[in-house]
């Protein structure tokens, strides 16, 4: 989860320069500055990320599931008396993987 928030922090900072390259762009071409490839890398970065950013944050409340799961099957101890508990939680993380796939390629464009 923290990874996934510094790279979004990231991901938040290089379309910010992007969209801010871009208005200066806008504003008037300089013989010596303008380039037709870096317009059109600036407009694909921006594109890219913003594609990322709409996959990401629905992964992100999907994901948490998992991570219900599988702390309960590793935390309750063997042979106590929940040994179905904790292999319905193995059972439903499995499932939940397997929908997860699903909703991965859902969000996809």
Wanted: charged fraction near 15%; charge should be positive; include cysteine.
């Amino acid at each position: 989860l923290m990874l996934h928030t510094c790279i979004l922090q990231a991901a938040a900072f290089v379309y910010q320069f992007n969209k801010r390259e871009k208005k200066i762009i806008k504003k008037g071409a300089v013989v010596h500055m303008y380039s037709v490839s870096r317009t059109f890398q600036l407009n694909e970065n921006i594109s890219l990320i913003q594609m990322l950013l709409r996959i990401s944050i629905p992964l992100v409340f999907s994901c948490t599931p998992a991570f219900i799961f599988y702390p309960v099957y590793k935390l309750v101890p063997p042979h106590i008396g929940y040994d179905g508990l904790r292999y319905f939680s193995v059972e439903m993380y499995d499932l939940w993987l397997a929908i997860y796939v699903g909703l991965i390629l859902l969000c996809l464009p």
